[in-house]
C-alpha cells in the first residue's frame, strides 16, 4: 500500500520561500508523476505542478514563476519549493501520486490517486 | 474563480439519487478526460471516480460518473449519511501549455 508524507515547515515569512518534502513509501518512485496540491482555509483545491520520475516538470501558469519541483529517486522523495512567499500562500499543501496518458481522440487523462494527509504551512511574519 | 464550474451545494435525504455536474470549455471538459474527487470534513481528497466513469478499487457502485460535451456529471444513488463531503471534479486543460483544473467543489448535505 503506497502512502505519502508531507514534512516542512509550518510557519514561513513573507518573501522567503516555502519548501515542503513528499517521502512516498511502500511502493516505486517510478513510472508515475508526483503532484503538489494546495488548498487554501475555506477553499477549493488548487494544482501546483507535477514532476515526473524522469525529471520532467509541469507547472500551474500562475505559480510557474515561483514554483521548483525536484525528484530524490535514491530517497524515493520529491520536494516542492515556491519562493516570495506572501500571505495567499497560506494553505494545506498535499502531495499525490499521478497517473498521465493521451488517449488519442478521447485526450489527456491525468488522475491523483493516492494523497498525503497534507500540511498545514501557514505564510506569517 | 474556478474554470471549472460546480453548484456550490446539494442536497438529498438517505436513499435518495443526487447529481451534481460539472461544467467546463473546450480546452478541457471538451477535449480530455474528468475526474472526481471526494473530501471527507478534514481529511484529505479521495480519488472517486477517474477517466470520466472508472472507479478505483473499493469505491462503492452507487457513484457514477458520466461526461457529454463540455460537461460532467457525478451521480450518487442510494444517498447515505457518509456520503456527506465535498465533491470536486477535475481536468487537464490544453490551454497555456497544459495544467490541471479543478472545480470549486460542492458542498452535499445529506439532510
Known amino acids: 500500500q503506497v502512502q505519502l508524507q508531507e514534512s516542512g515547515p509550518g510557519l514561513v515569512k513573507p518573501s522567503e520561500t516555502l519548501s515542503l518534502t513528499c517521502a512516498v513509501s511502500?511502493?516505486?518512485?517510478?513510472?508515475?508523476?508526483w503532484s503538489w496540491i494546495r488548498q487554501p482555509p475555506g477553499k477549493g483545491l488548487e494544482w501546483i505542478g507535477f514532476?515526473?520520475?524522469?525529471?520532467?516538470?509541469d507547472y500551474h501558469p500562475s505559480l510557474k514563476s515561483r514554483v521548483t519541483m525536484s525528484l530524490d529517486t535514491s530517497r524515493s522523495q520529491f520536494s516542492l519549493r515556491l519562493s516570495s512567499a506572501t500571505a495567499a500562500d497560506t494553505a494545506v499543501y498535499y502531495c499525490?501520486?499521478?497517473?498521465?496518458?493521451?488517449?488519442?481522440?478521447?485526450?489527456?487523462?491525468?488522475?491523483?490517486?493516492?494523497w498525503g494527509k497534507g500540511t498545514t504551512v501557514i505564510v506569517s511574519s | 474563480q474556478s474554470v471549472l464550474t460546480q453548484p456550490p451545494s446539494a442536497s438529498g435525504t438517505p436513499g435518495q439519487r443526487v447529481t451534481i455536474v460539472c461544467s467546463g470549455s473546450?480546452?478541457?471538459?471538451?477535449?480530455?478526460?474528468v475526474n472526481w474527487y471526494q473530501q471527507l470534513p478534514g481529511t484529505a481528497p479521495r480519488l472517486l471516480i477517474y477517466?470520466?466513469?472508472q472507479r478505483p478499487s473499493g469505491v462503492p457502485d452507487r457513484f457514477s460518473g458520466s461526461k457529454s460535451a463540455t460537461s460532467a456529471s457525478l451521480a450518487i444513488s442510494g444517498l447515505q449519511s457518509d456520503d456527506e463531503a465535498d465533491y470536486y471534479c477535475?481536468?487537464?486543460?490544453?490551454?497555456?501549455?497544459?495544467?490541471?483544473?479543478f472545480g470549486g467543489g460542492t458542498k452535499l448535505t445529506v439532510l
Open positions: 477517466r470520466n466513469n
Open positions: 514532476i515526473y520520475y524522469g525529471g520532467g516538470t
Open positions: 511502500g511502493g516505486s518512485i517510478s513510472n508515475y508523476y
Open positions: 473546450s480546452s478541457n471538459i471538451g477535449s480530455n478526460s
Open positions: 477535475a481536468a487537464w486543460d490544453d490551454s497555456l501549455s497544459g495544467h490541471v483544473v
Open positions: 499525490a501520486r499521478g497517473h498521465y496518458g493521451d488517449y488519442g481522440l478521447s485526450g489527456l487523462y491525468y488522475y491523483l490517486d493516492v
